[in-house]
């Protein structure tokens, strides 16, 4: 079976529906460009959220990146999604903003990083033990990806982005967008390799996310 | 049947779903027969569906939408405003050269054709406008008699035909528009009176009925003398609250005043 599943629980708008929204918001409709934030802001910030891993500094990103958007909804391109577009801005963003964040400390600062993981307590209570540490590790090993290699997958998985989405989306050549994702796998690989001893694990772990 | 390397490089692929059906079966058949390779990839599916589907981000704030909208409304504003002062500071200055330019242009091949005009008056003298110019600036008003005749004896300037046909309607126009502006503020200060005596009734008439009642609560109190019975529970809403203070003396200006200098 083939792992690649959209986000099923946001609202995704049809391209038509979407293209009309982009239009109105264009021509200054309020309303348009608010539906445009409702449909997109929870993925997008989601996706920043795990390239920055920094609450109030991914939402000063996304809040960014959809001004910038709507500033230059002129030069939009129908033949774009707009969340595409808008995944693309979010990057950039995220990039200098982590250029900007090294230059200050010298390194990345994972101090955030631990608080944040913190917050889940309640949600880990309510799944099995075994599950959640199976969990735990996968994410671990995903934020020892480069942040290329966590883009490219997030955006593949979570997204259900091609790999010419995720190419166009990062602003890079296809055959370095799939080299992201087949790395990052190849990593995912070699962090979990001999964490799972029983096949029954990755189930009951499967059966606990879906 | 592949071998199991073989087997792991299409891993990718058909992960991202660019397997070929004929090799797809192939790496099902490999997989019956190896643990290994399936345990592989059944952590691989593992990894996918957790980052798919495992939602550990904390949730935006309520208030972004708002948030967003409220910094977009100020982006777009100052960029309105910004043309509209733009066209203020540049846009009347021109018009006004343009219209001086096209004046020029209008007048300078007639001006070839008329005689120059000699400034009348001697040295130093006065010199008045040509009457029509004089009419229009004064709007039809009579004037005193004595200014009158010292504009008569005041010799006039020559009326060529840019004073006559252009300059007097100019300034006849100017001065029509001014009256309208000055209608404008009076109609304004009008309806401002208005506003202000239609709150100043309702002020009156609150007032009045605060004084009635604070009377009549006052009233039956009076011949008792029962201290008790002056008593008020102040947590219960049925009680008589005691007046107000503000509306008690008898030397505060009545609300009617307040407006009055308007």
């Known amino acids: 079976m ?36 409702d449909t997109h802001k929870d993925r997008l910030f989601a996706f920043v959220w795990r390239i920055l891993r920094d609450h109030h500094e991914s939402e000063e990103i996304c809040q960014e990146a959809f001004l910038r958007a709507f500033d230059s909804l002129d030069s939009f391109s129908a033949e774009y999604r707009f969340s595409t577009w808008l995944f693309t801005i979010a990057y950039r963003l995220c990039l200098n903003h982590i250029r900007r964040r090294k230059s200050l400390t010298g390194e990345l600062d994972f101090t955030t990083l631990e608080s944040e993981k913190e917050q889940d307590a309640a949600v880990q209570l309510a799944e099995s033990e075994e599950a959640r540490r199976l969990k735990d590790k996968i994410w671990e090993a995903v934020d020892k990806l480069s942040v290329p290699q966590q883009a490219a997958i997030t ?20 055959a370095t967008a799939k080299s992201h994702l087949h790395r990052a796998r190849g990593r995912l690989r070699e962090s979990l390799a001999g964490l799972v001893s029983d096949w029954s694990q990755v189930h009951a772990l499967r059966e606990a996310v879906s | 049947m592949i071998a199991c390397q073989h087997a792991k490089n299409l891993f990718d692929r058909y992960l991202d779903g660019s397997l070929s059906p004929s090799l797809q079966t192939e790496l099902h058949a490999h997989q019956l027969s190896c643990q290994s390779c399936q345990t592989e990839l059944a952590i691989l ?58 004046a ?21 003298g ?15 008003k009579e004037l ?10 005041t010799p006039q300037m020559e009326a060529v035909g840019f004073v006559e046909d252009w300059l007097a309607p100019i300034v006849a126009q100017t001065r029509d528009t001014f009256q309208m502006a000055q209608n404008g503020v009076d109609q304004l200060e009008v309806l401002v009176r208005l506003g202000a005596s239609d709150a100043n009734s309702m002020l009156v008439a609150r007032w009045q009925s605060a004084r009635q009642s604070a009377q009549r609560d006052q009233a039956p109190v009076e011949p008792t003398g029962d201290a008790e019975a002056n008593e008020i529970d102040l947590l219960d809403p049925a009680s008589p609250r005691p007046a107000s203070p503000a ?4 030397s505060e200006p009545e609300p009617a005043q307040l407006f009055d200098a308007l």
């Open chain 1, 2 to 37: 083939i792992v690649r599943q959209a986000d099923n629980d946001g609202v995704r708008l049809t391209r038509r529906a979407e293209k009309r929204l982009v239009m109105q918001a264009r021509s200054g409709c309020e309303e348009a460009a608010r539906t445009l934030v």
């Open chain 1, 155 to 174: 955006l593949f998985y979570r997204e259900g982005m091609s790999c010419e989405m995720i190419a166009r989306t990062l602003g890079i050549p296809m």
């Open chain 2, 45 to 102: 599916e593992a990894c996918g569906d957790v980052i798919a589907g495992d939602k550990q981000e904390p949730v935006l704030s309520a208030s972004f939408t708002d948030r967003v909208m409220l910094a977009r409304r100020a982006q777009v504003r100052p960029a309105k405003r910004r043309w509209g002062r733009t066209f203020l500071v540049f846009g009347s200055p021109m018009a006004a050269a343009a219209s001086i330019v096209f």
């Open chain 2, 104 to 124: 020029i242009i209008l007048i300078a091949p007639a001006a070839k054709d008329q005689p120059k005009t000699v400034v009348l008056g001697g040295e130093g």
């Open chain 2, 126 to 140: 006065k010199v008045a406008p040509p009457v029509a110019v004089q009419k229009a600036l004064l709007g039809g």
């Open chain 2, 144 to 153: 005193p008699p004595e200014v009158q005749a010292d504009l008569d004896s």
């Open chain 2, 247 to 250: 509306v008690e003396p008898v």
